[in-house]
């Protein structure tokens, strides 16, 4: 029989993740969806209206708009420590794009992309798209990269390092020694770094984020609004790198995108350069329900290092699939641990990015089990 599909994609599965919700019908209660709960706030919403009514629909410049590239270099200049002019900065259809075209940019046929393991699931899926070969490094026990673990890793295939601070499923943060010597290791070989940085300002306990950028040009650095001002659905990210590498990626992005969405980036600018307090606002709420969640986990004598970042909590089960289905036939969703690489296995990311409420339901459910 004739093979209908190109063989890039025999190994990729469906995401575990969009499974998981795709499935949901009835009163569930999902903690396996990395969404923001909150309503976009108010003057995001208003931008993007005017945006409408204004008849601003059409399409825009490939890279995006020049006064959201503005905003956008301004905020890496005064929150990430590193300078990049709005030439070097493209406006992508979400991080997923920006992720895409930036693996496609540099990764050929047989080249090696060093990741997290466990990962978020995106980064394997879209190496293996470009041709490339992911391989997962171990973390240490409390989540943070190992240097040890990369070193042994590195071979003359390797071509790039994805970082991802905060991290997704873990909720961990890098320390900015740790950056620094991920950075000092992948200039020593000559790797590109790709920091997936969309969790930045979701962040606890007084820890710093720190991007690899502002310890090196060879970083193609990633980020979005989604996570930050609950714009999930505008599906706008942007990426920042040297012209040297967002010359190609813009190749890349013309083709299958040509621009991110007009009204999006509109109101992507109201939310960058607009008041703040907003998402200070949803850390707080978020905090609260990480600390809820810590509490009522601990109280279930489940392992798991304390996230410092995003909305996910990883703890170790005995065996994930039964977990999961146990808690599925009490109408709770949660993605288990093997949906993000081979050293997620028997653990589950557990999201509390929903309402309090519904995350004290869950966990009074939970413990029932």
């Known amino acids: 029989m004739v ?22 019908s009835g009163d569930f209660i999902n903690l396996g969806l990395g969404e923001p709960d909150f309503d976009t706030p108010e003057h995001i919403k208003t931008a993007a209206v005017q945006a409408l009514n204004s008849g601003f629909t059409g399409y825009t410049f490939n890279k995006g ?14 929150d990430n420590n590193f300078s990049v002019s709005p030439e070097e900065i493209i406006v992508t259809s979400g991080a997923s794009e920006a992720l895409h075209i930036a693996i496609l940019s540099i990764v050929e046929k047989g080249d ?7 990962c978020f699931v995106s980064f394997s899926a879209l190496t ?10 171990p973390l240490n026990e409390d989540f943070t990269m190992s240097i040890e673990a990369l070193k042994e890793k ?34 020593d070989h000559h790797i590109t770094i790709i920091s997936d940085e969309v969790y930045e300002y979701i962040i606890y306990d007084g820890v710093k984020h720190i991007s690899p950028a502002s310890f090196s040009d060879e970083v193609i650095t990633i980020n979005a609004v989604s996570k930050t001002y609950a714009m999930t659905g505008f599906r706008l990210g942007y990426l920042a790198a040297p012209d040297e590498y967002t010359e190609q990626m813009l190749k890349i992005h013309q083709y299958i995108q040509a621009c991110a969405p007009s009204i999006s980036q509109k109101a992507a600018l109201a939310a960058i350069t607009g008041p703040q307090e907003c998402v200070s606002e949803m850390r707080n709420e978020f905090k609260r329900r990480r600390d809820f969640a810590v509490d009522a986990l601990r109280d279930m004598d489940m392992q798991f290092p304390v996230p410092k970042g995003a909305f996910y909590i990883f703890p170790r089960v005995d065996d994930e699939n039964e977990f999961v289905e146990q808690l599925r036939l009490k109408k709770i969703i949660v993605t288990p641990g093997s949906a993000f690489g081979s050293r997620g296995k028997d653990h589950v990311r557990i999201s509390y990015a929903t309402s309090f409420e519904d995350l004290s339901r869950a966990f009074e459910l939970m413990k029932d089990m």
């Open 3 to 24: 093979n209908k599909f190109a063989h890039r994609i025999a190994d990729i599965e469906i995401s575990g993740i969009r499974k998981a919700f795709e499935a949901l």
């Open 128 to 137: 293996k798209l470009a041709e490339g070969k992911p391989v997962g490094v």
């Open 112 to 118: 090696e992309v060093l990741m997290p393991n466990p």
């Open 154 to 187: 590195i071979t003359t295939k390797t071509k790039g390092l994805i970082v991802n601070s905060p991290a997704n499923p873990t909720g961990t943060v890098e320390s900015e020694a740790s950056i620094k010597a991920l950075v000092d290791l992948a200039s």
């Open 65 to 78: 708009i020049e006064e959201l590239r503005d905003a956008i270099s301004n905020k890496f200049l005064s």
